[in-house]
């Protein structure tokens, strides 16, 4: 589980196939990395499988590759990284599980002034359903607060700091970008489609079979 607070942004330094597969370097500054923890790369939750003097190095199914930005992003590019959140650790953003759902492009960038920027996403239309006003989002792997939310997409505001720590300064209008909705909103629809199904289930047992009571 991750919060989508990001550590550092490292770089894809390589993309090795394996089938059809991948292994992924990843160059970096993370201090004591260990074997088998699990890392969110651009919101994409990877296991360390190999540790290297400048990094890691993970494996990437195909399944990953096609669902995500990891098999398209250009050598070089920088990525966001997190580590699993410890027991005990302040949950400054909300809960990630770096399952991404779907790939969405940056539509409009704007910029508001005292180095803050105004981003605009097209999201999928599957998803657009779990975006709420004041809501949080994952984009690439960074927590986010939905600002408004249009017909077809929805917007964030990112401030100087989430722009200096992140690699979402680099982004350009039509960029692709990971997309995780909030894991409660998923929950909330499934509910409300079981109910429709089953008008007379109870509320609580429902809620206690998704683990939020």
């Not at 098999?71 to 990525?79: D, E, I, R, T, Y």
């Not at 953003?93 to 409009?108: F, Q």
Request: proline residues 3%; aromatic residues 4%.
């Amino acid at each position: 589980m991750f919060t989508g607070l990001v550590e550092e942004a490292g770089l894809l330094a390589a993309r090795t196939p394996r089938g059809t597969s991948a292994r992924l370097a990843i160059r970096c500054g993370l201090a004591a990395l260990e074997l088998g923890e699990s890392v969110s790369v651009d919101g994409v939750c990877l296991t360390v499988d190999t540790i290297t003097k400048d990094g890691f190095e993970a494996d990437a199914s195909s399944e990953t590759l096609a669902r995500t930005t990891l098999g398209a992003l250009p050598l070089g590019a920088h990525v966001n990284l997190e580590r699993a959140v410890a027991v005990g650790q302040r949950l400054g953003g909300h809960i990630v599980s770096g399952h991404v759902d779907g790939t969405g492009k940056l539509a409009e960038r704007v910029d508001m002034g005292a180095g803050a920027v105004k981003m605009t996403f097209a999201p999928p239309g599957e998803l657009r359903r779990y975006i709420a006003e004041k809501g949080s989002i994952t984009v690439n792997g960074v927590s986010l607060t939905v600002n408004d939310v249009m017909k077809d997409g929805f917007s964030v505001m990112l401030i100087p700091h989430t722009l200096k720590k992140t690699s979402l300064d680099a982004l350009r209008a039509g960029g692709a970008v990971n997309l995780e909705v909030d894991v409660l909103a998923r929950y909330v629809a499934r509910l409300i489609e079981v109910d429709k199904e089953d008008p007379n289930a109870e509320w609580m047992a429902r809620l206690a079979r998704a683990g939020l009571v």
